[in-house]
């Protein structure tokens, strides 16, 4: 199964707080984290809340 490599690039201070809470989900805790995840939808929905905060690469 293919996993996605999501890495912080952006503060969440002034963030809405939704938004603050998906990046605490996904286990992102500061500017330059990064975390591995499956590739799921539930994922992918959670990136697509903060993609102004993240960047995203698919791994093989």
Known sequence: MSQLK???VKSGIGAKPNQRQTL???GLKRINHTVVQ?????????????PHLVTVEEIA
């Open 6 to 8: 999501v890495t912080q």
């Open 24 to 26: 605490r989900s996904l």
């Open 38 to 50: 499956e590739d799921r939808p539930e994922i992918r929905g959670m990136v697509a809340t903060v």
